[in-house]
């Protein structure tokens, strides 16, 4: 691992360990913790979610809904690559039932503790439990799954091709993934630089072809997209400054989204510049993939 990806896993686990700790976090006096998850509102979550922990909920910094598509099973091993708080790992359990396996992985200790709590509240913590790890080098043993999925975290890695790799290994002969990913076009380099866009699943993104490559490099097969939303300027502002809830003090050290420059002060670049330079560039798209 280099130097710049380790700051990188850094500076991203900072991020999201301030977004679920942080009472009341704000950014510029209007991003309140209900309203962090994009995905729960705009990426295909319906009637799913009534009986689901608030808490799993309210802490979603997905973009997508990566079961919406999939065919998950009764009896099926699922792993959640990046399975923060829990909202997709209580859904995969619905259908996987006791007789399955439900897996998630993650790096923050802040976010494990807040999907071990929610697993326990819906009363599956004998077939679903979380691991901690990154996802290019998975806790899990090779062939042995079903069902990869993921919610918007891949494009937050700094070695993707690993990942796939990694998602090719532990997927057993026919097994799938489906993820919700952001993928970016031409963004300009000086946005790719910044650590607010980085956080918030844009300035590390690839392109969707780099990322339809790099699972056939893999050896996946059947590689497609099978969703795709492009995002405007006003779906980008609101995505930037939700998933990067983080206090006042916080953000004006790292750079986030509470840094002078987002709330209109004597920064480099503000939110709504940034949200109007890369509107066209940036989609979320749901990516399904098979291992031959």
């Not at 309210?58 to 099926?76: I, K, Q, R």
């Not at 996802?135 to 494009?155: A, K, M």
């Not at 750079?255 to 940034?274: L, R």
Request: aromatic fraction near 4%.
């Amino acid at each position: 691992m280099t130097t710049r990806q380790a700051e990188i896993r850094k500076h991203v686990s900072e991020s999201y360990t301030r977004a679920v700790t942080t009472p009341g976090a704000s950014c510029c006096g209007g991003m309140q913790p209900a309203q962090k998850g994009v995905a729960v509102k705009s990426a295909g979550y319906g009637s799913e979610l009534g009986d689901l922990p608030a808490d799993a909920v309210e802490n979603s910094f997905g973009c997508g809904n990566p079961l919406a598509f999939s065919e998950v099973s009764e009896g099926d091993t699922v792993i959640d690559l990046g399975s923060g708080a829990g909202i997709d790992l209580l859904i995969a359990a619905r259908r996987t039932g006791p007789t399955g396996h439900v897996i998630g992985i993650d790096m923050t200790e802040a976010m494990i503790e807040r999907a071990n709590a929610n697993i326990a509240s819906a009363g599956v913590s004998d077939y679903v439990q979380v691991r901690k790890g990154l996802i290019e080098h998975l806790p899990v043993e090779s062939g042995t799954v079903d069902w990869v999925i993921s919610n918007c975290v891949i494009n937050l890695s700094p070695e993707k091709d690993r990942v796939f790799a990694e998602i090719a290994r532990v997927l057993k002969p026919g097994g799938r993934m489906l993820v919700s990913d952001i993928v970016v076009e031409s963004l300009p380099e000086e946005l790719r630089r910044n650590q607010a866009l980085y956080n918030s699943c844009v300035a590390g993104a690839i392109s969707e072809k780099e990322y339809l490559d790099g699972l056939r490099r893999a050896g996946m097969t059947d590689v497609q997209v099978r969703t795709r939303h492009v995002y405007d300027e006003v779906q980008l502002e609101s995505l930037i400054e939700s998933e990067i809830v983080e206090p006042a003090a916080a953000g004006a050290k790292s750079g986030g989204c509470c840094a002078p420059s987002c709330c209109g002060g004597s920064g480099d670049i503000d939110v709504a510049q940034m949200a109007r330079r890369a509107s066209g560039k940036v989609a979320s798209i749901s990516v399904y993939a098979r291992k031959a």
